[in-house]
């Protein structure tokens, strides 16, 4: 069967659970089909029976988006023998179809007309740009999905995330700010870009967040002035009816008063409900309804049934002829109070973005000629050397390059013991310089620095949905037009159930129906408590990078843990060694083959050989002649080699190479690499060996030529909270497995002193991936922590990776959260949070449906019938604006969660 190789394009593929996701998809179809995805997930390479059409298709069904880039050989073979079948139907081209210089130039057509498109799907791809918008006139959850549907151009938009709770979008998109502004104008919405301060707005110089912040206000200061002036009238004309007036017209007098009082009326609900009008309008004239929709129905259809009584009251059988102009403008009056306070509510949920942006500074004392320039912070570059005093804040990231400090970090970090810096040491911005004065040379300036990062990713990340919320979008995209049938059913039911006053009771069920409908609760269920959770998540060291990753972490019932690094501090040091030859200086050939290695061991072997009291027992000296080494190489998970060309003494006669030259081969690693080249390991070794591994120490043996010439114990100390750390992972419920490229009997002695419950040792990489996959198998739930680049296939494959902060780029790119602190107990913190910010969203879920589910049916007059009792379109406002106000309320109690 004939199989293809080609390279595709991803979009919207954001975490390692997508990738998994695509993974499986297609794996149904073809078993062996082999897939490498790129850390940064926007390339994947694949070799399958399928085509790339099949594969795109697939993935498509998933959400995601893929482009072919690379066109596979096989299918230009394919299409090469379609153009000879299609010619051989003519004589003529059968004979053209066999002339090798046309064949040849028609391949070289296809293959122009192909590189012509990948050049211009690569130009489109590059002419991405991020867009963050704030949005206008979204006043619940079915308004969010009418934008989406406006914005779903795959070809020129490849990921939106719209953010109810906050009313703001953010996209990648190929189209111009003007255009996308346009397509969400003509789905009856407004928008306005959010610009910040790497790319400042001419008119407008505030921070993303101060805009929101200065919208709301905006907003909070209308709604309340709208509710004031609703009430003044509802609650007065309210009170009338309840203390024994008539709500009805029976005199000219009364039927002008009544008309006055609906004048005003009408005045409240063009003034103060304008926006909903508006918005009804809009919705309508796009086709599609909303909250608005329902409020513009509810107390028009209440001021328009009233008004139709007082001009015309002779038309209203008797006991019908009732006025609601009280409940317009109670309805108006309290959705927007509800509204107001449901605003004021909201603004607390992004506390953590307003702290960390707080963290930056305005000005920075620039040193110009050996003085300091107070300057800008936007106009200061890459190079420029600045000066930070005891106390102030560190403006940029940077490296010390005169003067030593102690820096408090625990704003981004978490860790609240101050860190000692010193020359060559790096710093961040936002972080606070506790004592003496230094200057640094900037790295990192904008949006390049690590504070500006964390803010994006969490901003990001907020912005993101769960799988949960999937439910409550899909019932809200047909929820308004639902509550809208029930209406006119509950209108129908009422007008022949053949009551008297059965028009009245009709107009009151049908208003109550459409007021007390809530989408508005269904549509911030979700996205508060995940603004909450993720922003509390940061305040604790923990950055995760989409709302998918904030609910698995939540299931974890898995944790692999990296034994380097994770488990131990990742400062290994010699604290053993025995050389098996005195007439071979070994720590000169150690320290030339570990030369610039950047490998916790190799460092550790580098540090001891530089050592002056390490050479005392050497026959050598320090002023050693250089070592010439020459094929040097890495041989993964066991150690380097190299060949050493000189006519030094040494073990064993060594070779000749064609210039005549002694060569010495030269092995530095672990036993598994003394065994792959057929090293012996006996004797004195043996007995070394076994005593140093009880220590939990790990082995390095040197081989020159073949013979075992020196061994050395090596220790990395165990963090002193990893054994607390996993106490806390099995309060949890997590079975915690240790991986470790390590020999069993180091991996067994670190397990016991730390309470790990399994572990499996002297793994290559890719059994890291096999261990995983066979957890995942059972039907686990896989957490993964890890720090270095071999980590970086494990993050990826696990359900969830967790990436150390200070470990490699690869592998917290890889990861699905990055942990600023070097500590599991921020794992931990993850999970605790994760599981919180789960429960609340049910909560809110739970209650939003219930809500509905119960508050439509009582407003339909369902106890009627036992009780006489007709629920008021006033209560129904008031619940209404309570439902939200309640799921707000409830997320917020996340601000005040604490781990444990």
């Not at 004392?365 to 005093?389: L, N, P, S």
């Not at 625990?410 to 710093?427: A, R």
Request: charged residues 20%; contains cysteine; hydrophobic residues 40%.
């Amino acid at each position: 069967m004939t199989s293809y190789t080609f390279e595709l394009s991803l979009a919207k593929v954001s975490c390692g659970g997508c990738v998994r996701k695509i993974e499986a998809q297609l794996k149904n179809q073809d078993p062996n089909l082999e897939i490498e995805v790129t850390t940064t997930r926007d390339r994947a390479h694949i070799t399958t029976v399928m085509k790339a059409a099949e594969v795109i298709e697939q993935i498509t069904q998933l959400g995601y988006v893929a482009d072919l880039i690379t066109p596979n050989i096989n299918d230009a073979s394919d299409k090469k023998e379609d153009i000879k079948e299609s010619k051989k139907d003519n004589k003529n081209d059968d004979k053209a179809s066999n002339h090798p210089v046309i064949e040849t130039r028609v391949a070289e057509t296809n293959a122009i007309e192909t590189d012509k498109s990948n050049a211009e799907e690569s130009q489109a791809r590059e002419s991405l740009s991020e867009l963050n918008l704030l949005l206008e006139g979204v006043t619940c959850a079915s308004c969010v999905n009418t934008i989406e549907k406006a914005l779903d151009k795959p070809e020129q938009i490849q990921s939106l995330n719209i953010n109810f709770a906050n009313r703001t979008a953010h996209l990648n998109t190929s189209l111009s700010n003007n255009e996308v502004i346009a397509l969400i104008e003509s789905a009856g919405y407004g928008a306005s870009v959010l610009f910040d301060s790497e790319r400042p707005n001419p008119e407008n110089s505030a921070s993303p967040e101060d805009q929101r912040a200065k919208r709301d206000a905006k907003e909070y200061n209308q709604k309340v002035t709208h509710s004031k002036l609703a009430l003044a009238l509802g609650i007065p004309l309210m009170l009338y009816g309840v203390l024994g007036g008539s709500m009805s017209v029976s005199t000219p007098t009364e039927q002008l008063i009544w008309f006055i009082v609906g004048v005003l009326t009408l005045f409240i609900l063009v003034y103060a409900g304008k926006g909903y009008f508006t918005g009804a309008w809009k919705a309508l004239k796009n086709c599609h309804a909303n909250m608005d929709t329902l409020i513009a129905l509810g107390t028009g259809t209440a001021w328009l049934y009233s008004m139709m009584v007082v001009v015309l009251p002779s038309a209203f059988p008797t006991g019908s002829a009732h006025l609601y102009f009280e409940a317009s403008a109670m309805i108006i009056g309290l959705i927007n109070l509800g509204q107001a306070l449901e605003l004021k509510a909201r603004g607390k949920t992004s506390e953590s973005i307003r702290r960390l942006l707080d963290l930056k500074v305005k000005t920075a004392q620039v040193v110009h000629h050996d003085k300091d320039v107070e300057t800008a912070i936007e106009r200061v570059a890459v190079g420029d050397r600045v000066r930070v005093r005891a106390g102030e804040k560190i403006p940029l990231d940077g490296r010390i390059d005169a003067g030593q400090t102690t820096i408090n970090e625990s704003m981004l970090t978490g860790e609240p013991i101050p860190i000692e810096k010193q020359t060559g040491d790096m710093v961040s911005a936002g972080t606070i310089n506790e004592e003496g004065s230094f200057t640094f040379v900037v790295t990192k300036v904008g949006k390049e620095t690590r504070l500006s990062q964390i803010v994006n990713l969490v901003e990001k990340a907020q912005n993101s949905k769960p799988p949960i919320s999937h439910l409550a979008d899909r019932i809200s995209a047909v929820f308004v037009p639902t509550v809208m049938v029930l209406a006119i059913v509950t209108a129908l039911v009422w007008y022949n159930v053949g009551i008297e006053n059965n028009v009245a009771y009709m107009m009151v069920a049908a208003t109550s129906v459409l007021i007390i409908a809530c989408p508005c609760a269904l549509g911030l269920a979700t996205p508060i408590s995940t603004m909450i959770g993720i922003g509390k998540a940061a305040e604790h060291g923990a950055l995760i990078r989409n709302g998918e990753s904030l609910q698995q972490a939540s299931d974890i019932d898995v944790m692999l843990l990296d034994k380097t690094g994770t488990i131990t501090q990742g400062k290994p040091k010699v604290v053993h060694y025995q050389s098996f030859s005195d007439r071979v200086s070994v720590l000169d050939y150690v320290a030339a083959l570990e030369k610039g290695s950047t490998h916790p061991l190799a460092q550790a072997l580098s540090q001891f050989s530089a050592n002056s009291e390490s050479w005392s027992s050497e026959s050598q000296s320090r002023e050693a002649t250089a070592l010439d080494i020459t094929d040097f190489q890495t041989h993964t998970g066991m150690g380097v080699s190299g060949v050493l060309k000189g006519e030094g003494e040494g073990e064993g006669e060594g070779e000749v190479d064609a210039d005549g030259i002694k060569q010495k081969r030269i092995l530095l690693g672990n036993k598994a690499m003394m065994q792959h080249f057929n090293i012996a390991i006996e004797g004195d070794a043996v007995k070394y060996a076994s005593a140093w591994q009880d220590e939990a120490n790990t082995l390095v043996y040197f081989s020159i030529d073949n013979e075992l010439t020196a061994m050395f114990g090596i220790t990395d100390p165990i963090r002193e909270d990893a054994t607390s750390a996993i106490a806390r992972f099995h309060r949890q419920g997590i079975h915690v497995v240790m991986l470790t490229g390590d020999n069993p009997q180091t991996a067994e002695a670190v397990a016991k002193q730390t309470g790990i419950d399994e572990f499996h040792a002297n793994l290559m990489p890719d059994d890291k991936l096999a261990h995983i996959k066979a957890f995942q198998a059972k039907g686990r739930i896989v957490g993964m922590v890890g720090d270095g680049i071999n980590d970086a296939p494990a993050l990826a494959q696990a359900n969830v990776g967790f990436a150390i902060g200070s470990g490699t780029d690869v592998a917290i790119e890889s990861a699905d959260i990055t942990l600023l602190r070097s500590s599991l107990h921020s794992v931990s913190n993850v999970i605790a949070l994760s599981s919180a910010t789960m429960s609340n969203i049910k909560q809110n879920l739970m209650g939003a449906f219930l809500y509905n589910s119960l508050g439509i049916p009582i407003a339909a007059g369902l106890l009627f019938p036992m009780t006489g009792w007709l629920l008021s379109p006033i209560v129904a406002g008031l619940a209404m604006s309570l439902s939200s106000l309640t799921v707000v309320t409830n997320a917020n109690r996340l601000r005040f969660y604490s781990p444990r």
